[in-house]
């Protein structure tokens, strides 16, 4: 016989709702943690077409997968769809898929009706570790990515940990740059416990891979509890993400990629500047490395500068910056524009 995993409940208070978490879950048992409410899932069309049979249990509104389609024609044809399902405020809008689907699903919530109630279901590693968590949804107006969007609590997240069995490698790959941020700017044993390991363990072994998504669950709730309005802790997030979002604007490489870059670039930093006394820079970039991320990138330095100084995180004359002091602490640094110039060739 087989055995179901036995799902276990932690919850996340925020200012405005306490959200469930149900880890090691299966999606047969959705229903009793959605409290027998009316679900309608929605979802892209690539994860439906290897998850239909178990998602027909449920109505299901579909729209075509990629960013290029986290914009409002999908809002408007998902609303449209709610209103024909005769969605109300007894209904609850659940997201299955990766950061797109979980974004429009939050967006899409938060206004259906002035809100209707809403979950997610990540099927990818960046929706399980990242996107899933913390509230903050949207969509992309044109070529600006989350323009326009809300902050708004889910009722539940659900971890059903067998979705990633059809989750193509690069998708892994993409998700882990986010694992191995969380393990550099606040969890060291979870750093040396990545070393162990490999991609390819995670993907092969099940209790391996539920711990890992577990930890980095609870790593991303924590900072965002703790930091809902990101005046502090939660800033430390956007580690590798400064230079990162930099680079993938020039060069349309995937976000897990342009991280990568963009944390060596940042541990580079640390080092150079040395008023952290940070000097685990090659211990990253052998991690990284070893989860088939790219270190290194040929570019136009002055271009990356340029877009880097239009960066929203930019104050003044200066950029905020997320270094390291040492494996599993991180700090916001204010750097001047001059100075970040100074050593831009020799830390990218
Ligand atoms: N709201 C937030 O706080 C937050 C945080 C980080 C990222 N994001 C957003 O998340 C998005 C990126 O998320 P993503 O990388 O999951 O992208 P995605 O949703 O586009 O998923 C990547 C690809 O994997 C496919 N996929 C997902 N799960 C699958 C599965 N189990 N089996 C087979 N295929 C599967 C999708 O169909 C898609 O083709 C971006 O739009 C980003 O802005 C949001
Ligand atoms: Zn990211």
């Known amino acids: 016989m087989l055995l179901k995993p036995i799902?276990?409940?932690?919850?996340?208070?925020?200012?405005?709702?306490?959200?469930a978490c149900y880890f090691d879950a299966d999606l047969s048992s959705l229903a009793q943690a959605a409290g027998n409410k009316n679900i309608i899932i929605l979802t892209d069309e690539n994860v439906y077409s290897h998850h239909a049979a178990r998602l027909n249990a449920y109505p299901v509104i579909r729209f075509p997968a990629g960013e290029e389609h986290k914009n409002q024609a999908t809002v408007d044809q998902v609303i449209h769809e709610l209103i024909?399902?005769?969605?109300?405020?007894?209904?609850?809008l659940i997201g299955v898929g990766g950061g797109v689907v979980t974004?429009?699903?939050g967006y899409v919530a938060a206004v259906y009706m002035r809100g209707m109630q809403f979950g997610f279901v990540p099927t990818s590693i960046l929706a399980m570790v990242d996107a899933a968590i913390g509230g903050k949804n949207g969509i992309d107006v044109g070529v600006y990515k989350n323009m326009v969007g809300t902050i708004r609590q889910p009722d539940l997240i659900f971890f059903d940990y067998s979705f990633l069995q059809s989750l193509p490698v690069?998708?892994?790959?993409?998700?882990?740059a986010e694992i191995i941020k969380h393990a550099c700017i606040k969890d060291a044993l979870l750093f040396s416990i990545l070393e162990r390991y490999s991609l390819h363990d995670y993907q092969a072994d099940k209790t391996l891979i539920a711990d890992l998504i577990e930890r980095n669950a609870a790593i991303k709730s924590t900072v965002v509890t703790a930091d809902e309005f990101e005046k502090g802790d939660r800033k430390l997030l956007n580690f590798g993400h400064t230079i990162g979002h930099a680079i993938e604007n020039l060069h349309q490489i995937p976000h897990g990629h342009a991280v990568s870059i963009g944390m060596?670039?940042?541990c580079n930093l640390s080092e150079e500047l040395n008023m952290l006394h940070f000097?685990?820079?090659?211990?990253?970039v052998k991690l990284l490395a070893k989860y088939h991320l790219p270190v290194d990138l040929?570019?136009?330095h002055a271009k990356v500068f340029e877009v880097l100084k239009m960066d929203k995180k930019r104050r003044d004359e200066g950029v905020q910056f997320i270094l390291l002091k040492r494996i599993g602490e991180a700090e916001i640094v204010y750097i001047s524009l001059a100075d970040l110039e100074k050593h831009f060739k020799e830390i990218l």
Do not use: P
């Open 103 to 105: 974004d429009i699903t």
């Open 7 to 19: 799902m276990h409940k932690t919850e996340y208070t925020f200012s405005t709702k306490t959200v």
């Open 298 to 300: 040929e570019t136009d």
């Open 279 to 284: 000097e685990e820079a090659t211990r990253i």
């Open 264 to 266: 060596v670039a940042a």
């Open 170 to 176: 690069k998708e892994w790959v993409n998700g882990f």
């Open 84 to 92: 024909k399902l005769g969605a109300n405020k007894d209904s609850i």
